[in-house]
């Protein structure tokens, strides 16, 4: 292990020797990664320093702000058993097939690398530079073996061991017991009838520890190292009479994955208003109702109040792999699909009992496009090899978040008098995108093409050099946060939308599509109701129209999806005065290719002759599209009906000549 190289700075010097500093820094981890493995990079970039800049006034939390119940840390392991590397489990479940082995699959995703994640450690060093100890929930969900091992309690990872970079590996998921006895009980290990959930739940009961209501990683541990999973057709405990292979239908449930995916800051408690103000620090969240809390994201929630616990049906098989009858009804359905294959390598042997026809595969396939090749350059081919990461295994990932991405979506495109019609329909079971808006967007680029196939107008473009998107005139599917003048003036941080989720406590925009089986009062409910935006009860699809401009007689639309915008990166670079790791996290960004687009659509109309004036598409030219043409004034988009690049007194003559 490395030791830390920062350069020490005072507060005074000019950012611009810090940012040449920083990208020494930064090119020096890299260098040295592929010496030191994940470990040395992680000491790189963690700093415990607590220097601020700007002006910036740390909130006063503590360790007791962010406590929440279920299993709590134990560094004496006298209660409960370490969690197990997952390099333990490649024995048996890994290097019998790159698509279909557990390991294999799990190793080359976010879930796996959560811990390494280049983009967390950068975002962990500003939230505990924004409140005090705040990284010691993000740690709770990304290493939950360093939580569980007590080593989170400062917010930063300074303490971890070399197997806490696991992230959230074989051992922990296959120890989580389901935190509410009943119909989804663990039903004890072949030729026992105990009820192993019982003895756990009910020592938690007595200490007031059962967690009510989903997320924030309040998971409870089996406190002993026994292997649970969905089959109930074990033959034999192939780890002896000390380790108990238990069938444990939570497994199979959304309820298993909403442990972790709804996430919401204790920092906050919602008024009669409908405002989240910060409580009175020192204490645990007065309710640990995590529907008190603000909601930093809800895509457990979205799922749960949408038409997918009912099922809903896929005749094009798009999502539940080799699932026979299309139908999806849980997060494993799209995130795990069903293959042909044994859960281990027993099933090269030739039993037929090994080789099941779903077997899910652990591959967790999300929108996540480039963080995993990311840690991977950033690790070095040798270190990353040695933990399984290897090229291969990361390409076979990738493919899979395309597809997953472009199952995602649908859309069509339509005529409507002089207006080109784009409608999005939402087949996700959460909103799309979901999740915490840390650069996640979607955008419809549109190209007019003239008679020749020449492009004469372009809505929505992107510099793929700059990483720029020109978003003013075209529809962009995105969520705003931030923070409102109360906690402006408890830390100096301006009020308004920001990417400081630690304080985050306002909703300013969300215009995400809600999926199938979407209510106003379900979604506003749950904190992820649309602002700024509306759609209807049942809507889970959006229109947009596009003027058609003279001479277009063609459009192909394009609907594009990025993980991680410039603004994003650039904040973590530029707001982070602790460590480097925001540098390093923006270089990875640059040498993974800036977080390239990738199109989730694409479809081509061809146009009839419309009145390229009438800009709102409502059929007539009036003081409606005059108005339209005077915003953008000087600019290009909407109202250059002349398709010149320019919106000007050319394009108010043309408008006025077609005045109806």
Not at 174 to 200: C, F, Q, T, W
């Amino acid at each position: 292990m490395h030791k830390r190289v920062h350069p020490k700075r005072p507060s005074s010097e000019p950012a611009r020797t810090r940012s040449v500093r920083r990208g020494v820094a930064a090119r020096r981890a890299l260098a040295l990664a592929g010496i030191g493995g994940a470990i040395a990079i992680v000491a790189l970039i963690t700093n415990s320093s607590s220097a601020r800049g700007g002006g910036q006034t740390q909130l006063p939390s503590t360790i007791a702000d962010f406590f929440q119940p279920g299993t709590q840390p134990d560094p004496s392991e006298q209660t409960l058993i370490p969690i197990v590397p997952a390099m333990n489990c490649t024995f048996c479940h890994s290097e019998y097939g790159v698509e279909v082995a557990p390991y294999d699959t799990w190793v080359a995703s976010l879930m796996a690398q959560s811990a390494r994640d280049p983009i967390w450690h950068a975002a962990l060093a500003i939230a505990n530079q924004d409140a005090n100890v705040g990284g010691e929930t993000c740690i709770r969900c990304h290493a939950p073996g360093a939580w569980l091992g007590g080593r989170s309690s400062t917010g930063t990872t300074d303490n971890f061991v070399p197997d806490d970079f696991d992230g959230i590996n074989c051992h922990f998921c296959h120890r989580a017991v389901n935190p509410v006895l009943g119909e989804g009980s663990a039903i004890g290990y072949p030729g026992d009838p105990a009820e192993p959930d019982v003895p756990i739940i009910s020592a938690l009961q007595k200490q007031g520890l059962i967690p009510e209501g989903a997320g924030n990683a309040r998971y409870i541990i089996d406190p002993d190292d026994n292997r649970r999973g969905p089959f109930d057709d074990v033959p034999l405990n192939l780890h002896g009479s000390e380790t108990k292979l238990i069938t444990s239908p939570y497994h199979r449930t959304s309820e298993f994955c909403g442990t972790c995916h709804d996430v919401s800051n204790p920092l906050y408690s919602k008024n009669k208003k409908g405002e989240y103000v910060l409580n009175a620090l020192g204490s645990p969240h007065p309710t640990q109702d995590p529907m008190d809390m603000y909601p930093e994201q809800r895509t457990y929630s979205e799922w749960l109040h949408s038409a997918f616990p009912n099922g809903v049906a896929y005749p094009d098989g798009r999502f539940g792999g080799n699932d026979p009858d299309g139908i999806v009804s849980s997060c494993q359905d799209c995130h795990m699909p069903k293959v042909i294959a044994g859960g281990c390598r027993f099933a090269e042997f030739g039993d037929p009992w090994f080789e099941r026809p779903d077997m899910p595969q652990h591959s967790f396939a999300g929108a996540n496009t480039w963080v995993v090749q990311a840690i991977r350059n950033i690790m070095g081919a040798e270190e990353a090899d040695g933990i399984g990461l290897t090229q291969e295994r990361i390409d076979e990932a990738s493919a899979r978040t395309v597809l997953m991405l472009q199952a995602a979506s649908d859309m069509t495109l339509s005529q409507k008098g002089s207006a080109l019609r784009v409608r999005v329909t939402n087949e996700s079971g959460h909103k799309l995108p979901s999740g915490y808006p840390e650069g996640r967007r979607m955008w419809l680029n549109v190209k007019f093409k003239d008679a020749k196939g020449a492009v004469i107008a372009e809505r929505g473009a992107y510099d793929s050099k700059t990483a720029t998107l020109q978003a003013k005139d075209t529809k962009v599917y995105q969520a705003k946060h931030g923070i409102t003048p109360a906690i402006s003036k408890l830390t100096g941080i301006p009020a308004g939308p920001g990417f400081h989720l630690a304080l985050a406590n306002k909703v300013f925009f969300d215009n995400r599509i809600p999926p199938r089986g979407f209510t106003n009062a379900a979604f506003n409910a749950i904190g992820s109701g649309a602002v700024g935006y509306s759609y209807a009860d049942g809507q889970h699809w959006d229109d947009t129209n596009f003027p058609i401009p003279s001479g277009a007689v063609a459009a192909t639309v394009t609907l594009y999806y990025q993980t991680t915008t410039r603004e994003y990166i650039e904040f973590l670079r530029d707001a982070n005065v602790t460590n480097d790791a925001g540098q390093i996290a923006y270089d990875a960004w640059v040498e993974a290719g800036k977080s390239a687009p990738v199109a989730m659509d694409t479809a081509t109309l061809t146009l009839s002759t419309g009145n390229p004036a009438d800009l709102n598409g409502d059929g007539a030219v009036n003081a409606a599209d005059l108005s339209i043409l005077l915003s953008n004034w000087g600019a290009g988009g909407l109202g250059d009906i002349n398709a010149d690049g320019i919106v000007n007194a050319a394009d108010l003559s043309i408008l006025l000549s077609s005045w109806s």
